[in-house]
């Protein structure tokens, strides 16, 4: 293969990875707007009434919190240097998540789109508000599960597939010995 050969060949691996980019960006984004919508509509809802308590149904509530901590509102914390080194650790998180997106396919790498777009929204919210507000109150005969946010969802779906796949992983490799 010639020279021109080799450069026709990186220039079409080239524009394929830069669909992959653009793809993959492209449904982190609706992730992260779809959260932000449904944050901002709550918080307009908020503004309004002064406060959010909204009955959906027998299982589901909307009412507003503010989560300074992480996931369910884990490791709340009320000083500063603590929040924000909780904040980079997330942030780099997310970069790590980058690479992983970039090495991986198939169902991994979709699960780890769907982390990815969750926990920027929610660091978006750790750096505008200083706190992520979380609103989805799911209960069931009076056990109230921890209020959650869209993001959450994205990020537990995305975490429930890495699961899945690892299973699934697993057992094909197992097979193959």
């Keep these: 293969m010639g020279v021109k050969g080799i450069q026709f060949k990186s220039a079409q691996m080239f ?11 492209f ?5 992260f707007l779809m959260d932000r919508f449904f944050k901002i509509y709550i ?10 308590d909204i ?13 300074k901590g992480i ?30 997106i970039i090495k991986s396919d198939g169902l991994k790498k979709y699960a780890l789109i ?7 929204g929610n660091l978006f919210d750790r750096i505008y508000y200083s706190a992520v507000p ?9 056990f109230h599960w921890f ?3 869209l993001a959450d969802i994205f990020i537990t779906i995305g975490i429930m597939c890495l699961i899945l796949d690892e299973i699934i992983f697993y057992k094909k490799n197992n097979e193959i010995k």
Excluded: P, R
């Design 15 to 25: 524009k394929m990875n830069l669909k992959k980019i653009a793809s993959n960006t």
């Design 27 to 31: 449904i982190i984004l609706i992730i």
């Design 43 to 52: 918080l307009k809802i908020a503004e309004l009434e002064s406060n959010v």
């Design 55 to 67: 009955y959906i149904n027998s299982y589901l509530n909307f009412y507003l919190i503010w989560n």
């Design 71 to 100: 996931a369910f509102g884990l490791f709340s914390f009320e000083e500063t240097l603590i929040y924000q080194l909780i904040s980079l650790v997330i942030f780099a998180i997310c970069i790590v998540l980058t690479f992983m």
């Design 114 to 120: 769907s982390i990815l777009g969750g926990a920027t």
């Design 134 to 142: 979380d609103f989805i109150d799911f209960h069931i005969n009076g």
């Design 147 to 149: 209020i959650f946010n």
